[in-house]
């Protein structure tokens, strides 16, 4: 692995105050050096970055890789494969594989596995509550000694309020972030949609925001019963914006994520009854997109997560109502939230903040910045690429984004991971 000098390029690490020209000298898989001027080092290959972006490696804190289990839609070859392609150098693997990732024998099949054919670093998270039934909790001890970083029963709700006092309490223990996906399924009632102008147009089940909202109220009380570290996935609405913004203001150990895709559309996409817009939980108003943006850009919201969710046409081409509910995400999150910057709701520094250093910060990861004698994982971007986002050219092995032939401009165009290229966009970089 020869060292690499990344010449000319614009350096963002918001987590040091840098956002200045300057060269990135990386050495032994580490950050070396980071200054106005670098001469390379013998046996150094330098690749000019002018006019491009050089930032800490962008980390996805909810991706489904679906091994073991459901490898027909996406593997952890495939699913890294796309990240680093999307400019990701990390990403989280959610539980819900089959069989869950409630076991350490799970939990080191997927450690293992990402060791073996994995191009980016691969986080799993183990479930909550054995075989994710909500009842009995899950040996956490045994899932983070086998490489678990935080605990979620994602794609299904903790409802039993015991038993996700107890998981709080056990979590706090061992100093591991709990992850709720926040549904109150006796007010969402499996409804394909949001409830709203644009679902009763069509004749579609709406679910209530306060599905989720209810959910967020409940588990924050019990945040305050045990002071353990609670995260809010997937938010979608402005009254889980406004009851995270107020226990923030009461120190409470509470963060949330947002998805590009709740950033980006709003119920209406659901008009046409394009089954790649079923999405859980569902696409909110545009009242609820713009609490979204701001609370993102204000930081209520901590961090953007892709919620990458690969389904084969199985799963998709039927009728909206039976669709399996999900979208990849790995390789359009970054252009989307560009758009974002392009608009001025975000800065360059707040988004790579929210891309890098808080999933890092959150989930207690290496990276996030680009600090010397941290690893060298970094992303190169393009804020000017213009493209169009073509599936079948998309390296996830699903297809299912409702973003078909949208004009992207922005996007990663190198990925390092611990000083090795793992993506490399042809005749760009390098």
């Known amino acids: 692995m020869p060292d690499i000098l990344l010449r000319g390029g614009r350096v963002i690490d918001p987590a040091r105050n840098v956002d200045a020209g300057a060269d990135v000298l990386l050495q032994n898989g580490k950050v070396a050096a980071v200054e106005a001027r670098l001469a390379p080092p013998s046996g150094t290959k330098v690749i000019e970055v002018e006019n491009l972006w050089v930032v800490p490696g962008l980390i996805d804190m909810h991706t489904h890789l679906r091994e073991p289990g459901q490898e027909y839609k996406e593997s952890i070859e495939t699913g890294t494969a796309a990240a680093a392609a999307g400019g990701f150098t990390a990403v989280c693997a959610m539980p819900n594989t089959v069989p869950p990732n409630d076991t350490r024998a799970v939990t080191e099949l997927i450690v293992r596995r990402a060791r073996e054919v994995g191009v980016v670093r691969v986080y799993p998270i183990g479930c909550i509550t054995q075989g994710q039934k909500g009842e009995s909790l899950a040996e956490m001890g045994d899932l983070q000694e086998a490489g678990c970083v935080a605990v979620s029963d994602d794609g299904k709700c903790v409802m039993n309020s015991e038993v996700m006092r107890r998981a709080l309490e056990y979590a706090r223990g061992l100093g591991l972030p709990v992850i709720q996906h926040a549904e109150d399924t006796s007010l969402s009632a499996n409804g394909p949609a949001h409830e709203g102008a644009a679902t009763t147009r069509i004749g579609l089940r709406g679910q209530p925001a306060a599905a ?24 979608s609405c402005a009254e889980t914006v406004r009851l995270v913004r107020e226990v923030k203001r009461r ?110 910060k959150i989930l207690g990861l290496p990276g996030g910045t680009l600090a010397p004698g941290t690893a060298a994982d970094v992303t190169v971007i393009d804020p000017r690429a213009a493209w169009t986002c073509d599936p079948s050219r998309l390296r996830s092995r699903s297809r299912n984004t409702p973003f078909a032939g949208r004009a992207m401009r922005g996007r990663g165009v190198m990925t390092i991971v611990a000083g090795s290229i793992v993506f490399a966009e042809e005749g760009r970089v390098g």
């Open 251 to 360: 120190g409470l150990p509470v963060t949330a994520e947002v998805t590009p895709h709740h950033l980006m559309l709003t119920d209406e996409a659901c008009v046409g009854y394009d089954t790649n817009t079923r999405v859980h939980p569902p696409l909110r108003s545009q009242e609820d997109v713009a609490a979204m943006r701001a609370a993102l850009a204000d930081g209520t919201i901590d961090a953007v997560a892709t919620d990458h969710a690969p389904h084969s046409p199985v799963e998709k081409d039927v009728e909206f109502e039976q669709a399996a509910p999900g979208m990849i995400g790995l390789e359009t999150a970054l252009a989307l939230c560009l758009e974002l910057v392009a608009a001025g709701i975000l800065s360059p520094a707040v988004l790579v903040t929210r891309m890098s250093a808080a999933p890092a």
């Open 212 to 235: 989720e909202s209810a959910m967020v109220a409940r588990d924050l009380e019990l945040v305050a019963l045990t002071g353990a570290r609670y995260h809010v996935a997937h938010a």
